[in-house]
């Protein structure tokens, strides 16, 4: 992996590409620490030591701390995760967004302009349920409409801001621009959960390493794992040459969907008790507390829906229809099943029983250190189960992408 790096940073293209992604991520980092004006801090962190403290420090991590400084990036990328969800939803059951993830890059990029509309609407959403929940918490004492009305357009600007440096990631760096940008701020509070560990009892610091190594191990092995479906190209003839057949394979990934499931799961799991949180209510605050981190509700909840996910995004990654017809269409076939319609049921019975066990590996070491904790009171960590399914699959996705890239340039990787 060393290597690699070294190797990257040799080749003039790539050094400026990581140079890039850094700068980026520095600029990011100095954004959750520029306070939005006239906000009290000390107000803010005595309401998040308040009731339903557990909801706002999850969303406080993954703003990397933003939160907890009512800064300018205080809402972080979640917003547009959010707006991710519901355009990928109905873009399944709308038929016009379905004819524009068909139309290539020109149907993407309009898909791409309504999630960038609709960021700007839920964060400005948030944000004003932020500002009316810490006003009634009492850390905005004295606000009047213009002040609010800045705060909600300071937060909203800061979220459109992260957006468009994420993409400038994907575009011009290395990696997924808005992965990265979760990844930074999760590995920000690193340091804060390294101190909590090393103030815990000898016995539960060997659990808690022992676990956080077995997620690690856990997250890397279903990441890399595969089935390859082979493939047989038959000659042809294009135009006056004859091309010669071969034979190949389709690499069927265990986890075709990566950690967006997981990271789908987290922003939906924590709906109720941030609405109960914002809004209030004694419907919302009794689903809130039900669904409390460390209750069984929230485990099995937690774990049905990165199932769910997984399953959904699989199906938008993955269409075994498209599949078949792009096979057939250059002359390839899998030995033993028809081409056409055949061979598209044959690849989704496939994929299906393939993503089952990913599926319910993320769940399971998404829901471990839940279920741990519960039993455990005393044991207070900050990066948990799905921070580290995170963390570790962005790492590995952004070192894939390191690599190809490597490899186009002669340069030897070490995913090999």
Do not use: H
């Not at 969303?59 to 990928?88: D, E, K």
Request: proline share 4%.
């Amino acid at each position: 992996m060393l290597k690699s790096v070294l190797n990257a940073f040799r080749s003039p293209e790539l050094r400026k590409k990581l140079f890039f992604t850094f700068a980026i991520l520095a600029i990011y980092r100095f954004g959750t620490f520029v306070p939005v004006p006239g906000i009290s801090r000390e107000g803010i962190s005595d309401a998040l030591g308040g009731a339903n403290a557990s909801v706002l420090n999850f969303l406080n991590l993954f703003s990397g701390g933003a939160l907890t400084r009512f800064s300018v990036f205080a809402l972080g990328i979640m917003p547009y995760i959010t707006a991710s969800i519901v355009i990928q939803v109905l873009t399944m059951v709308i038929p016009k967004l379905e004819q524009l993830q068909k139309d290539g890059e020109a149907g993407y990029g309009k898909i791409t302009q309504y999630t960038r509309y609709l960021t700007v609407v839920l964060a400005a959403l948030q944000s004003l349920a932020y500002v009316l929940f810490f006003e009634k918490q009492g850390a905005l004492e004295g606000i009047t409409f213009g002040r609010m009305m800045l705060t909600v357009l300071s937060l909203t600007a800061g979220t459109i801001l992260v957006m468009w440096l994420g993409e400038l990631v994907t575009q011009r760096g290395v990696g997924n621009g808005i992965s990265l940008m979760i990844f930074a701020s999760i590995v920000a509070s690193i340091p804060q959960g390294v101190r909590l560990w090393w103030g815990l009892d000898p016995v539960t610091m060997i659990i808690v390493a022992v676990m956080v190594v077995l997620v690690v191990i856990g997250v890397v092995f279903v990441n890399e794992g595969q089935r390859r479906i082979p493939i047989q190209y038959a000659k042809r003839v294009v135009g006056r040459r004859m091309t010669q057949g071969g034979t190949t394979y389709m690499p069927l990934r265990v986890n075709m969907a990566g950690v967006i499931p997981v990271i789908f799961a987290a922003s939906i799991v924590i709906l109720p008790s941030l609405l109960a949180t914002l809004i209030g209510g004694s419907f919302l605050t009794k689903v809130g507390n039900l669904l409390g981190t460390n209750s069984w509700f929230f485990i099995i909840f937690q774990g049905l829906l990165i199932l769910l996910f997984t399953y959904f995004y699989t199906a938008v990654q993955f269409n075994p229809v498209d599949q078949a017809e792009n096979l057939k269409k250059y002359g390839g076939f899998i030995p033993g099943v028809r081409p056409g319609r055949p061979t598209a049921v044959y690849l989704d019975r496939v994929m299906t029983r393939l993503t089952l066990p990913g599926a319910v590996y993320l769940a399971l070491i998404a829901s471990l250190p839940a279920i741990i904790f519960k039993y455990m009171p005393g044991v207070s960590f900050t990066i948990g189960g799905t921070s580290l399914l995170i963390v570790v699959g962005v790492a590995i996705d952004t070192m894939r992408q390191l690599e190809s890239q490597l490899i186009q340039r002669q340069y030897e990787g070490f995913l090999k």
